[in-house]
């Protein structure tokens, strides 16, 4: 008997995982991985319970299919003995009598249709036997595959505890070959896949799912079966084993194990609880009856959406015709005939278990999900683990992915959602701006044009009235009035040149200055009344830098003179210069009036002003836009001009790349 026999169980179709993490949470040993958002079954881990077959939605995965095998077999000339699982009752529910489904079997072209109930019987004499001789050590039944599996895997040292004594399907395999010869090939057909895994033993092993493919590609139905008997032998209490305590209510036959001595366990989490207990000791002397399923009545090998205890009836039912007609005598004779058999299995242990991460390892992954202390261990089993620490331990293991912990995605989705606010407002307030510039440029272009045409004419009205004025007599009463025009001229003049700066059709003109000094003599040229604070802080570590420092000056001083004209009361003037090798930043900050937001997007039109007339031109903001603009700067103006949002006051900031 060789125990190195693992087949794969479990197939995953890719693609076709839509990554719920039900199978994850649904196997008991953990034997799935995601790998980029796919589920794939581990076959080394895999105890082939079919959990994770059973309860994935999508199809994704599917159990080790025998059909082509058996046909095969069918085939040959080899004598073939179908041995059915005692759970039949169970899954050919519309089959009347269970002497049709046997005619159904017979059609495939099987010699023999046996059930594998007979070997059930046999073996519960073995368990009766065994508890009833050892009271004090406990034992883990063995009938069960995926159990002997998770022993032999996931806890390899309780596996002298499991009952050295072959499962059912094997016993019936022995019993068929002593009876019909060792060259009978044997086909256990059953609800479970993890049998086809348990012994070479057996030649085939079918699911019940599989039967019913074969019959309906064969076009095989109960309608046009011939009835026929199982072969012998004939089984007893045995068909009784598939429900739920059916081990131990066939082992009990006699009524000889009193039910305090065994603990009965079914079921992916029951089992391993069991299982767990027994290993510390608390239930040490009592004999465990452990199933992977709740009863092989709901084995993955059966078909889907079947109910639990109609089915459970179903075989109740057949076990108490079956008993009620029972040869009492010829079935004696049959237990008599075989008791001698040998009904032992041996099992080794076969460590699959990893080893545990280190500590920094297991951090480091609870980290990566925003878990940093005990209160961010939400243990919500969403990912499948149980806890979190079970899910970082996976991840150590490249078995799972952080994305699965489902607080910590939806708390990053949260934060996605807050950037893309943030890049909307951003977007948003950058539209704004370039409607502002867009409106700025071609105002920019009239005022232009406008300045253009009038500088000629106003070049000429200057000349001809100074002229004049010097042309006539010292008493000419005429003198006064062309005084008169040769001034405002001169002011109109004024008015054009700043327009022109405005749209900037001048060249800048670009030196190397020192921009600490260059900005704290901006302040000597303005007039500072008595009652306003100039504060210098320069913050930069090269001052050196280049840039036009006739135009940067005009716009230090137009904002400063905004500034002191927006503290009438008197107030705080501050002036910053910073920097770093990328740009340079020149802040001008009052504690003035503010700026309401309605004049915000106003302030650079030409000609806009809110000062009283002959006080203001409404020209400087215009100017220093236009400067700004020719230097490839920016300019970022925050202002408050509500008390009930704190100290009103405006702060213009001018950046200016370096080169
Ligand atoms: P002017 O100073 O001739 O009015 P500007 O173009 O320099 O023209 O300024 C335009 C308008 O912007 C000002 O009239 C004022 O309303 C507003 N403003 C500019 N700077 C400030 C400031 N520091 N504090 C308050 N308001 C300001
Ligand atoms: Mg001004």
């Known amino acids: 008997m060789s125990h190195a026999y693992h087949r794969q169980l479990v197939f995953t179709v890719k693609d076709k ?130 159990i002997v599996y998770f022993i032999r895997h996931y806890h390899p040292e309780l596996v002298e505890n499991l009952a050295p004594v072959a499962s059912p399907m094997l016993a019936m395999t022995r019993i068929m070959k002593k009876k019909y010869g060792k060259d009978l090939q044997v086909v256990f057909i059953g609800p479970c896949f993890a049998k086809k895994a348990e012994t070479e033993e057996v030649d085939e092993v079918l699911t019940f799912r599989e039967l019913r493919e074969m019959f309906e590609t064969r076009g095989i139905n109960w309608e046009s079966s011939d009835p026929s008997d199982f072969d012998p032998p004939v089984s007893g209490k045995g068909a009784i084993f598939p429900i739920s305590r059916g081990l131990y209510f066939t082992a009990n036959s006699t009524e000889s194990i009193p039910e305090e001595q065994v603990v009965v366990a079914e079921g992916r989490v029951n089992f391993k609880e069991a299982v767990k207990e027994f290993e510390e000791g608390f239930i040490r002397n009592k004999h465990l009856m452990l199933l992977c399923c709740e009863g092989c009545i709901m084995g993955p090998g059966t078909s889907p959406g079947g109910k639990r205890f109609a089915r459970s009836a179903a075989v109740g039912e057949y076990v108490t015709r079956k008993l009620a007609s029972i040869d009492k005598d010829q079935w004696e004779k049959q237990v008599e005939e075989f008791s001698s058999l040998d009904y032992s299995q041996e099992f080794t242990p076969e460590d699959r278990r990893f080893e545990i991460p280190a500590e920094d390892k297991i951090l480091e992954a609870l980290h990566a999900m925003g878990k940093f202390k005990p209160e961010d261990h939400l243990n919500c089993g969403t990912c499948g683990y149980d806890t979190c620490v079970e899910h970082a331990i996976a991840i150590v293991k490249d078995l799972a992915e952080t994305e699965m912990c489902l607080p910590y995605t939806i708390e990053k989705l949260h934060d996605s959602i807050n950037n893309l606010n943030v890049s909307n407002d951003k977007l948003a307030k950058a539209k704004q701006a370039l409607k502002q510039s867009e409106k700025l440029a071609h105002m920019g272009q009239l005022s232009a044009g406008i300045a253009h045409e009038l500088n000629n004419p106003l070049g000429v009205i200057t000349m001809y009235s100074n002229i004049l004025i010097d042309e006539s007599p010292e008493n000419d009463p005429v003198r006064e009035d062309l005084r008169l025009i040769a001034e405002q001229a001169e002011r109109c003049k004024k008015i054009v040149s700043g327009l022109l700066n405005f749209a900037r059709k001048n060249q800048v003109n670009l030196s190397e200055t020192d921009v600490v000094k260059f900005a704290r003599h901006s302040v000597d ?116 001009d509500d008390r009930a949002n704190g100290p009103t006051g405006t702060t213009f900031t001018i950046t200016l790349p370096r080169t």
């Open 17 to 146: 995982c839509r990554v719920c993490y039900t199978c994850v949470r649904e196997c008991p040993v953990k034997a799935i991985k995601i790998i980029k958002t796919q589920a794939e079954v581990i076959n080394e881990r895999c105890i082939g319970c079919g959990n994770c077959v059973k309860v994935c939605s999508q199809g994704a995965k599917y159990p080790l299919r025998s059909v082509d095998e058996v046909n095969l077999l069918l085939k040959s000339e080899k004598r073939i003995a179908a041995c059915i699982a005692p759970s039949f009752p169970a899954e050919f529910t519309e089959v009347p009598d269970h002497q049709l489904l046997v005619g159904m079997i017979r059609q495939l072209g099987f010699d023999y249709v046996a059930e594998v109930s007979f070997g059930a019987d046999m073996i519960a004499r073995e368990y009766e036997k065994r508890i009833k001789t050892s009271r004090n050590v406990g034992q883990i039944s063995s009938d069960c595959p995926a």
């Open 525 to 640: 040229s303005i007039i500072k009344p008595a009652n306003i604070e100039v504060v210098f802080e320069p913050r930069i570590s090269d001052p050196q830098a280049r840039l036009d420092i006739d135009q940067m000056m005009q716009v230090m001083t137009n904002l400063e003179k905004n500034a002191v004209e927006a503290m009438p009361e008197g107030g705080k003037l501050t002036i910053g210069v910073e920097g770093d090798a990328e740009e340079l930043r020149f802040i001008v900050a009052d504690t003035g009036t503010g700026i309401s937001k309605d004049h915000m997007d106003k302030i650079f039109t030409p000609f806009f002003t809110t000062k009283e007339m002959g006080k203001g031109t409404g020209l400087g903001l215009a100017l220093i836009y236009g400067i700004v603009k020719m230097h490839k700067g920016k300019i970022h103006v925050d202002s408050n």
